[in-house]
């Protein structure tokens, strides 16, 4: 009996050691194994290779956002969106900062001296909203840095030297949030850099020269 018990008790070990020896050898395996990337460039139809945002949308589109055009690609090729002077319902500008996706499934596209565009799927054509100095409700500059829509689905949008934009998409109309010297719950700085809208509906904003606001509803 008791021979019995020690051959079971052997068979066991070795069962358990070649199990061990397998798993690790397979681990091993996976770690030598090389990940493969395809390359997608100028060649393949991208517009620009600096991309400066890349955004998924609802219906599993690729946007890229470069100095050079707005960039869709759909798993096969890139459709490219640029300014065109002649047409107004084209994008702003051709040096795209920023996306970001609003809940009806509209694009929002911050650019670089052509302001903020909305890019309506139905009609394929963008909405300009930009700076008008004989209009204090329009936004406070061309020059963006970032997007973040909010809960109630309006557009917060930093701008590179003129503060922080809220957006009501409903009306075009914006309110401006600047730096006040004399008041230390303004924001910190005009020269911006990102945004963030947190789980709470939060926003955090990176400055240049005066580090992170939070701007509490």
């Not at 969106?81 to 084209?90: E, I, L, Q, V, Y």
């Not at 499934?105 to 008008?132: C, E, M, P, Q, S």
């Not at 939060?202 to 992170?212: A, E, R, S």
Request: hydrophobic share 35%; glycine share 8%.
């Amino acid at each position: 009996m008791n021979k019995l018990i020690t051959s079971v008790l052997i068979v066991s070990r070795k069962c358990f050691f070649t199990i061990i020896l397998l798993v690790v050898s397979s681990c091993l395996f996976a770690q030598n194994q090389q990940l493969h990337f395809a390359h997608l460039g100028t060649s393949e139809g991208l517009s620009e290779l600096n991309p400066n945002c890349i955004l998924q949308d609802s219906r599993g589109f690729i946007w890229i956002a470069t100095t050079d055009g707005l960039n869709r690609y759909d798993g096969y090729r890139f459709k490219i969106f640029r300014n065109d002077a002649k047409d107004a319902t084209s994008i702003g500008n051709n040096y795209v900062q920023d996306l970001a996706e609003d809940k009806d499934g509209n694009l929002w596209i911050a650019t670089v001296g052509g302001g903020l565009n909305k890019y309506d799927r139905k009609t394929n054509r963008f909405t300009r909203y930009i700076h008008n100095e004989k209009n204090n409700k329009s936004i406070s500059s061309d020059f963006l840095s970032k997007i973040a829509i909010d809960g109630s689905g309006k557009v917060w949008i930093s701008t590179q030297h003129n503060g922080l934009n809220l957006l009501d998409p409903k009306t075009g109309d914006c309110i401006h949030y600047l730096n006040e010297k004399n008041n230390p719950k303004s924001i910190s700085d005009d020269e911006l850099m990102t945004i963030y809208k947190d789980s709470h509906d939060n926003l955090w904003i990176g400055t240049v020269n005066n580090g992170l606001s939070l701007f509490d509803h």
